[in-house]
Structures are given as C-alpha cells and as structure tokens.
C-alpha cells in the first residue's frame, strides 16, 4: 500500500525491515518504540495467532502510552482473535478492505491522545 500512486492516503512506513539482531530486550525495545515515535497511527495487522504474539501487546501498549492512534486490520482470510488492548480501547478494526482501511486508520488518528 506503501507505494501504491493510486492510493488516496498518505502513508509513511517506519516498520522494521530486517530482523533487529540481538537478544537484549531491552535493547528490542529501544528499536521499536524509536520506530513507534515515528507514527502517527500504529496499524496492528491481525492475523490467526496476532493475539498470542509475544510482542504485540507491549507494542500496541507503547503506542497507546505514547499517544498514537491505534487500529486494526484483519489479513484477508483470516479469522483470529484481536490483541486484548484494541478490544478494551474501542479501536477500530477493518477488514481487508482499502475503504475499511481508511477509514480505521482515519479514525485512530482522530483518537489520538
């Protein structure tokens, strides 16, 4: 979506492309909540086994902690369950729809803190 000329929003990738190579958690952490500052939207893509990720939760947490706006978008054909944390925040999840898609990430940028 990231490089699609005719999609209507603007969208700038800060995910982590390569594998951060460490086993120092706190270290992984530093990484990802740099990457998370650099958001104004963080989009929890959910997929049959999102929710029982080691690292979803603290992520969405961060998120949240850091003021961002949250939402979810289901994988197409996937029927797991979502992360606790967007359930209990109310954000909005959309399927694997583009005008569902907009419209989450439209409405968590509206929520943020």
């Not at 049959?48 to 603290?58: H, I, L, P």
């Not at 961060?62 to 992360?83: E, Q």
């Amino acid at each position: 979506m990231a490089h699609n000329p005719n999609l209507p929003i603007d969208f700038a990738d800060v995910s982590i492309r390569a594998a951060v190579n460490s086993d120092e958690a706190a270290y992984l952490k530093r990484t990802i909540r740099e990457k998370i500052k650099g958001c104004s939207v963080a989009v929890c893509l959910i997929g049959n086994g999102t929710a029982w990720r080691e690292w979803v939760e603290w992520e969405l947490d961060t998120a949240l902690n850091l003021g961002k706006g949250i939402c979810g978008v289901r994988l197409k054909g996937s029927h797991g369950r979502a992360p606790d944390l967007l359930r209990q925040i109310g954000a909005p999840i959309a399927s694997w729809e583009l005008d569902e898609i907009i419209a989450a990430i439209e409405c968590a940028a509206a929520k943020r803190s």
